[in-house]
């Protein structure tokens, strides 16, 4: 009798092993309406990184794995535009790594326009400022994603006392927007970004844009939220209006950071703007700025 016989399989390479990346990844942030109009929502925050937060009070989520040799696409969010005199501001665009989608921030909802849709705050990751109504009505702050941030403000008018005409702040990463306030004409300040620790340097993003008052204007939210300027741009924060010429400033383009194992070297395909920090405590850091395209590790 012949014995059995186990043959090994020959020429067969098993798979490569996966490994663990850490994320964060945020979305462009809006613009803010034209005149006294709401500030821009910040872009959608999601972290992976223990013990921090992603927008809107979420937990981190879980990290990616990932396999080397093999493409993963990234798309970095640019802010919105700002509105022009009556209109909302521009949602901003969404950021993009592997699997992971932030939404692009809501836009400021508009001054004195004629439907709610033109005066409300626009949905997004985080939720846009409610424009002013300057008929005694309140607008509405845009809404937000779930676990990506927080809604915008209220704007307001108050009919007596002259008519002070305000909008809601712009939400952010980590604080809702504030609202208008009638009473002095001020408006509302836009909600406080994240802190991260992901590049080794404690750094805040994902604040609204401050909302327009007539007599005075709310500030952007910590972590690049727009005081009467633009949303800082890799930061996804929200726009805020002009005062010198009434119109709206854009929201701040998204950023994607990795960190990954010091043992794996990445390869950011063209399309893309980006680098890679010197190791450190056995990890690498990459920063993507700007563009689409798609990354791989060796």
Known sequence: MIGAIT???????APPAAFTVDFLVIAGG??????YAGGG??????????????????????????????SYSVQVGAGGAGGALNSVGT???????????????????????????????????S?????NGNDGVYTTGGTRVTGQGYAGGTGAYDSTGGGKRTS???????????????????????????SSLITGTATTRGGGGGGAG???????????????SAGTANTGGGGSINYANSSGNAG?????????????????????????????????????????????FA
């Not at 043959?7 to 390479?13: D, E």
């Not at 809006?30 to 005149?35: F, L, N, Q, V």
């Not at 699997?99 to 997004?124: E, L």
Request: charged content about 5%.
């Open 127 to 131: 939720g846009g400022g409610g424009g």
């Open 168 to 194: 809601g702040g712009g939400g952010g990463a980590g604080a809702i927007g504030n609202n208008g306030v009638p009473a002095t004409g001020t408006g509302g300040n836009g909600g406080a970004g994240v």
């Open 214 to 228: 007539e007599f005075a204007q709310g500030s952007g939210g910590s972590g690049g939220g727009g005081t009467n």
């Open 252 to 296: 701040g383009s998204g950023v994607v950071i990795m960190k990954y194992p010091d043992t794996y070297t990445i390869t950011i395909g063209s399309g893309l703007t980006g680098s890679t920090a010197a190791p450190s405590g056995g990890f690498k850091v990459s920063t993507i700025t700007a563009g689409s395209g798609s990354v791989s």
């Open 41 to 70: 929502g910040a872009g959608g925050y999601r972290c992976s990184v223990t013990g921090e937060l992603s927008g809107g009070g979420a937990t981190a989520e879980s990290k990616l794995s990932l396999y080397p040799s093999t």
């Open 30 to 35: 809006a613009g803010s309406g034209g005149s």
């Open 7 to 13: 043959a090994g399989v020959i020429g067969v390479t």
């Open 91 to 125: 949602n901003g665009t969404d950021s993009i790594f592997a699997t992971i989608t932030s939404t692009g921030g809501g836009g400021g909802g508009g001054f004195n326009a004629s439907t709610a849709a033109q005066r409300n705050g626009a949905n997004g990751g």
